[in-house]
């Protein structure tokens, strides 16, 4: 019986109108953590520019213009563009002869620190050098000073690489991405609060409305809410399930069975948002053990606001 009660139970799909007045009681908490993990994310990010990546990082460049070799390769130029010199630059070709220049200088570090940019005018290379230890830096700009025209020898389709002008050490103005990180965190925070709701709301089997009692225990009668708002229906409902019989009613059956076998039965009252089905099936199974009646329930201690949101209108 309980196997088929639960089927159909599942099979009614959920209550929607219950969802979302659920929802907009926790709604305060799923704030709280999406703002939380804005925080968290905006101070993670902080943590790690300042604290852990916090060397102040330097550039020095140098622009260099170029000669084609038209003459021998009349299209030459249609290979070296922004993509291709940003590998040229590290090429062995000039890397190598920069190392030679600079004693104990590390290839790695050369490679990691050079970059090149270039304007809308493909005859102009800018050589990028950054990094922290500025003695470093300068010592590669100067360098490449002098590798980039060699490079221009040894290449077909260059006539030559001059040094065209040269720019000052600058330190390197960080693009701050404490808002995006914040936006990232405040998005988890929100996806995890969503996610925790709806496994808690899937999980929980408290008792709100007249619908969550029934769709478990049809076979018991629902007296009604007792509450101020809903007393005249439940009044009436008490008349017409219990009549002149002598009842007596619990909210603790545990505590009150001796109480209730003395009776022709009992109301048993449920805590509104507190008492769970599986406490209900227990208060069933245990007044039949005994030999007591159950005549039908209460749902008390309401929250009335909850109620009208649910039914639309203050009394139903």
């Given at each position: 019986?309980?196997?088929?009660?639960?089927?159909?139970?599942?099979?009614?799909?959920?209550?929607?109108?219950?969802?979302?007045?659920?929802?907009?009681?926790?709604?305060?908490?799923?704030?709280?953590?999406?703002?939380?993990?804005?925080?968290?994310?905006?101070?993670?990010?902080?943590?790690?520019?300042?604290?852990?990546?916090?060397?102040?990082?330097?550039?020095?460049?140098?622009?260099?213009?170029?000669?084609?070799?038209?003459?021998?390769?009349?299209?030459?130029?249609?290979?070296?563009?922004?993509?291709?010199?940003?590998?040229?630059?590290?090429?062995?070709?000039?890397?190598?002869?920069?190392?030679?220049?600079?004693?104990?200088?590390?290839?790695?570090?050369?490679?990691?620190?050079?970059?090149?940019?270039?304007?809308?005018?493909?005859?102009?290379?800018?050589?990028?050098?950054?990094?922290?230890?500025?003695?470093?830096?300068?010592?590669?700009?100067?360098?490449?000073?002098?590798?980039?025209?060699?490079?221009?020898?040894?290449?077909?389709?260059?006539?030559?690489?001059?040094?065209?002008?040269?720019?000052?050490?600058?330190?390197?103005?960080?693009?701050?991405?404490?808002?995006?990180?914040?936006?990232?965190?405040?998005?988890?925070?929100?996806?995890?609060?969503?996610?925790?709701?709806?496994?808690?709301?899937?999980?929980d089997d408290r008792i709100y409305t007249e619908k969550d009692f029934?769709?478990?225990?049809?076979?018991?009668?629902?007296?009604?809410?007792?509450?101020?708002?809903?007393?005249?229906?439940?009044?009436?409902?008490?008349?017409?399930?219990?009549?002149?019989?002598?009842?007596?009613?619990?909210?603790?059956?545990?505590?009150?069975?001796?109480?209730?076998?003395?009776?022709?039965?009992?109301?048993?009252?449920?805590?509104?948002?507190?008492?769970?089905?599986?406490?209900?099936?227990?208060?069933?199974?245990?007044?039949?053990?005994?030999?007591?009646?159950?005549?039908?329930?209460?749902?008390?201690?309401?929250?009335?606001?909850?109620?009208?949101?649910?039914?639309?209108?203050?009394?139903?």
């Amino acid at each position: 019986m309980d196997r088929i009660k639960d089927e159909k139970y599942m099979s009614e799909g959920m209550d929607m109108r219950r969802f979302f007045l659920c929802l907009y009681k926790k709604l305060w908490i799923i704030i709280a953590v999406t703002v939380l993990g804005a925080l968290l994310g905006a101070a993670v990010y902080l943590l790690y520019k300042n604290v852990i990546h916090g060397e102040k990082v330097y550039e020095i460049s140098s622009d260099y213009y170029i000669t084609f070799n038209e003459k021998d390769y009349p299209k030459g130029m249609d290979y070296y563009n922004a993509y291709t010199w940003n590998e040229f630059v590290v090429d062995d070709r000039i890397v190598e002869p920069v190392l030679a220049m600079i004693p104990g200088m590390d290839k790695q570090f050369v490679i990691d620190s050079v970059s090149s940019r270039m304007p809308s005018d493909y005859r102009v290379l800018t050589v990028v050098v950054e990094g922290t230890d500025t003695e470093k830096i300068q010592a590669i700009n100067e360098a490449y000073k002098s590798a980039m025209p060699a490079f221009a020898d040894e290449v077909g389709e260059l006539s030559t690489i001059e040094l065209w002008s040269e720019n000052e050490m600058y330190p390197v103005k960080n693009n701050d991405k404490a808002k995006n990180a914040a936006i990232l965190g405040a998005l988890i925070g929100l996806i995890i609060a969503a996610f925790a709701f709806g496994v808690y709301y899937c999980m929980d089997d408290r008792i709100y409305t007249e619908k969550d009692f029934v769709s478990h225990f049809p076979e018991v009668p629902f007296i009604g809410y007792d509450t101020k708002a809903y007393a005249n229906d439940t009044q009436a409902n008490r008349q017409m399930v219990i009549g002149e019989a002598d009842v007596y009613e619990t909210s603790d059956v545990s505590a009150d069975i001796e109480e209730i076998k003395k009776h022709d039965g009992c109301v048993l009252k449920l805590a509104f948002g507190k008492t769970h089905i599986t406490a209900v099936e227990y208060d069933i199974q245990l007044i039949g053990k005994q030999g007591g009646k159950l005549c039908g329930v209460l749902l008390g201690d309401c929250d009335e606001k909850f109620l009208k949101r649910y039914y639309g209108k203050q009394q139903r």
